[in-house]
């Protein structure tokens, strides 16, 4: 049996009156996809943040590889890969020098850049693109520039939200194509997606709504739970119904 990667229970966070996550729990198994699907405001991106030690629950448990989200955030920080809604890489800078600094900033050893630099630029195929200015390049290029930043450190388990936003369909089928590549090898995927058909790659999801868990499992089996009789329903019809329950 798989060991879980990520543990949370009873995870609150408010701001003010304003409960942005309310008391949720889940786990994420080590080396799968793992989908967290909401509404825009439903606690998402908070409960990430959490997660990845950027922000202090208020409340519950968590841990992420075995640290403790309340006392070992520094840790956190330096095994797992972010990439966030907002592409936060330097746009007057190149793609070789984007790698470069974040290599420093992930604390790789020196004496392993020459190599790490190579195999990212090749494994998100940016190297005949290497020295021009990240501004330049088309929107689904830097994405995959953000995403080979995030693991120039090898990290355990990547946490992606709404990676493919913004990008066209054929660079979304490509995104998560290599997505798929990382679990072969044994990475984590923890993914925030709008895309309901991209939402279907994942081996499970979790759906919130209002700062609460109203469903979970592998994607068929939430489909067959909200609609038995009907085969050709799928996993935005689940999505539409469950966001819209009171």
């Known amino acids: 049996m798989k060991s879980k990667i990520v543990e949370v229970t009873d995870l609150e966070k408010r701001f003010g009156q304003f409960v942005a996550v309310d008391r949720i729990s889940f786990a994420v198994q080590q080396g799968e996809i793992f989908g967290f699907l909401g509404p825009n405001g439903a606690g998402k991106s908070t409960t990430i943040r959490m997660l990845c030690g950027i922000i202090k629950p208020g409340a519950g448990t968590g841990h992420v590889a075995g640290f403790d989200i309340y ?16 592409f936060s890489l330097y746009q007057d800078m190149t793609p070789y020098e984007n790698i470069r600094f974040y290599l420093g900033i992930y604390d790789v050893p020196s004496h ?4 790490r630099i190579e195999w990212i630029l090749k494994t998100i195929r940016l190297k005949s693109v290497r020295n021009r200015l990240t501004r330049e390049l088309p929107p689904g290029w830097r994405q995959r520039l953000a995403l080979g930043c995030a693991l120039l450190h090898h990290p355990k388990i990547i946490f992606l939200d709404e990676p493919t936003s913004g990008v066209d369909p054929i660079t979304r089928k490509h995104f998560w194509d290599f ?4 679990t072969g090898q044994g990475v984590t995927v923890f993914v925030t997606t709008h895309y309901m058909d991209e939402a279907q790659h994942c081996d499970r999801v979790v759906m919130i709504n209002e700062g609460k868990i109203v469903a979970g499992g592998a994607p068929r089996e939430i489909i067959e739970d909200l609609f038995p009789h009907q ?10 119904q469950l966001m819209t329950r009171r």
């Open 71 to 86: 006392t070992q955030a520094e840790q956190i920080k330096q095994t797992i890969g972010y990439m966030s809604q907002k």
């Open 231 to 240: 085969p050709a329903a799928n996993l935005n019809d689940a999505f539409v």
């Open 112 to 115: 392993n850049w020459p190599d």
């Open 179 to 182: 997505i798929k590549q990382l």
